[in-house]
């Protein structure tokens, strides 16, 4: 059995992902790094295994909006074990950054495997397989994706995601030579 959690490290570690995602959302992506990496440090040290996982993902994020894919795999190379959707999304992420076409086609390949519905990633899901049709020169795949991301996001209120699926869309229809139906 697990050894009980330290209260004053458990305190510890929220701390420092809270101020990680605050430093996240405020752009200070060089500190949110930090504060992510203490995080899993402290975690691991409590035999956390969640919190853990979590802040790898947290830490991948804040590296893939600095630039760093290569930096983000290694990240998500410890949630490796067993992926969950956002951990295969991620890694999906980073090898699109870096134009490994067929392993991001893999990782999405597995993402949709594991995304039984209801999945709450299913337009976040669609994008990213947009995007991966996009840069495979798969303009007609892409727009039937991005389409169906549009679709699960009318009723949210996720004005980025919304934004991204018109974004790919156009790109899709001048892809596919439709310049009039891109406008």
């Given at each position: 059995t697990p050894k009980p959690a330290d209260p004053p490290r458990l305190k510890a570690a929220l701390e420092a992902e809270s101020d990680g995602?605050?430093?996240?959302?405020?752009?200070?992506?060089?500190?949110a790094t930090r504060r992510f990496e203490e995080a899993v440090r402290i975690y691991a040290s409590i035999d956390d295994a969640t919190g853990t996982?979590?802040?790898?993902l947290h830490l991948a994020r804040t590296e893939l909006a600095?630039?760093?894919?290569?930096?983000a795999l290694l990240a998500l190379a410890g949630?490796?074990?067993?992926?969950?959707?956002?951990?295969?999304?991620?890694?999906?992420?980073?090898?699109l950054a870096l134009d490994r076409l067929d392993a991001a086609q893999?990782?999405?390949?597995a993402a949709a495997g594991?995304?039984?519905?209801?999945?709450?990633?299913l337009a976040s899901l669609n994008l990213l397989r947009a995007r991966a049709a996009l840069?495979?020169?798969?303009?007609?795949?892409?727009?039937?994706?991005?389409e169906a991301a549009l679709k699960l996001l009318r009723d949210g209120n996720e004005a980025n995601e919304t934004a991204n699926a018109w974004?790919?869309?156009?790109?899709?229809?001048?892809?596919?030579?439709?310049a009039a139906g891109a406008l």
């Open positions: 995602a605050k430093r996240y959302e405020r752009g200070d992506y060089i500190v996982s979590r802040n790898r600095r630039g760093q894919a290569e930096t949630n490796a074990g067993d992926p969950t959707v956002d951990t295969l999304m991620l890694t999906a992420q980073a090898q893999r990782s999405l390949a594991q995304c039984a519905t209801p999945c709450p990633q840069a495979g020169g798969q303009a007609p795949e892409a727009l039937a994706h991005a974004r790919l869309i156009a790109s899709a229809r001048l892809a596919a030579g439709d």
